[in-house]
């Protein structure tokens, strides 16, 4: 009776363990290799035995035995690893000197031992698989959005629950001023993934301009059918952003279709990233004065003049729009020269009227400047 209750232990063992393998889509030969080895081990520490030996586990029955590996020499200097030609020959007559023989050595109280060091080790190996599956799954989500709910705080970090695994937001990651209660559910850009002792360690960013782009193209269809490109993004989390985007289609206006109509679309994004950033959508342009025009966005411009070999700008605004233009504490001005690239000098009309146009500059004939002037006269 006990026999056969150790011999169906064994077969629902492999049963169970040929299944796991299909589930987890790890190879059953190299599961079963790494298992022969790991029983070696376990020989090896329980029997504290310096042989060389080697588990050979039945792919079908589950049996298994151990042997002892020596060398066929003709004199014998290490007699636990070593053995003569003669002595060899008494158990095959076939053998001869540099064969490895095979003597079986299993112990008969190896059973428990062998089943206790392979269940550890499937366990063991099962977590592995799990962490590099998990670490492969994220890693190839990198630069993409993750939902979860904070469960904790440790040390300012934010720990974020998002399903299989946890997230870290760092206090670097994280808006100032942005509440990050327990329970509250977020969603965050997955800014890096690494690989850990127990699992993928996930790094997920509230600040990353990564963020407000994929906001975006869940938000906005057109962005999402290639109709509209987001060319550039900068923030200054919680505070401002500015977004260029580009029209594919000359029918299809960038700038008010990503805000949406009375503002729907580009306000769910705001309430997304805490509901007090203020997001300014600029239509990029190919000529940079143009393009920095938009940029300056919500003010008005009047002339600008560029160096393109400097990447260097002046814009001349209306007098009482400069500070519009400059931006608290110098931000919007900031952005724009984050967006553009270019270094930028703002002043006003009555400022300009002072200063002489350095040399190289050219002025920019910006769009509808006729017009305007046709309806002031």
């Not at 020959?89 to 001869?96: F, S």
């Not at 393109?308 to 233009?325: D, F």
Request: glycine share 6%.
């Amino acid at each position: 009776m006990v026999s056969k209750k150790i011999v169906q232990e064994k077969v629902d063992f492999l049963e169970a363990l040929k299944k796991l393998c299909i589930e987890r889509d790890v190879s059953t030969d190299m599961m079963f290799d790494a298992i022969e080895s790991a029983l070696v081990v376990a020989y090896k520490k329980n029997f504290d035995t310096a042989q060389n030996v080697e588990v050979s586990l039945n792919r079908e029955t589950g049996a298994y035995h151990v042997y002892a590996l020596k060398d066929v020499v003709d004199e014998v200097i290490d007699p636990i690893r070593q053995i003569t030609i003669s002595a060899a020959q008494e158990i095959d007559p076939h053998y001869e000197e540099g064969d490895v023989v095979r003597i079986e050595v299993t112990p008969r109280n190896f059973g428990r031992i062998a089943a206790q060091a392979a269940k550890q080790f499937v366990v063991q190996k099962i977590r592995e698989v799990e962490r590099g599956m998990l670490y492969d799954e994220f890693s190839g989500k990198a630069n993409d959005i993750v939902s979860g709910t904070i469960v904790r705080i440790e040390n300012n970090d934010v720990i974020i629950d998002i399903g299989k695994a946890e997230a870290v937001l760092l206090p670097s990651e994280q808006i100032i001023g942005e509440d990050y209660s327990v329970g509250k559910y977020i969603k965050a850009y997955i800014a890096e993934v690494k690989k850990g002792s127990k699992g993928p360690q996930i790094f997920v960013s509230r600040t990353h301009p990564g963020l407000l782009k994929r906001l975006f193209e869940l938000e906005v269809p057109e962005i999402q059918e290639g109709i509209i490109e987001i060319k550039s993004i900068v923030r200054e989390p919680g505070m401002r952003s500015k977004v260029s985007v580009l029209s594919k289609d000359e029918n299809i206006e960038p700038v008010g279709t990503c805000i949406g109509n009375k503002g729907v679309r580009v306000q769910a994004i705001v309430n997304e990233i805490g509901g007090q950033e203020k997001i300014d959508l600029i239509k990029w342009d190919p000529e940079p004065g143009k393009y920095i025009a938009n940029a300056l966005s919500p003010s008005k411009v009047k002339v600008v003049w560029v160096d393109e070999a400097e990447k260097v700008a002046r814009v001349v605004v209306p007098n009482n729009q400069l500070s519009l233009a400059i931006g608290k504490e110098g931000q919007n001005a900031r952005l724009v020269a984050k967006l553009t690239g270019w270094k930028i000098d703002i002043k006003s009309v009555e400022q300009s009227r002072e200063l002489e146009v350095p040399e190289g500059m050219q002025k920019v004939q910006l769009r509808n400047k006729k017009n305007r002037n046709r309806r002031k006269r």
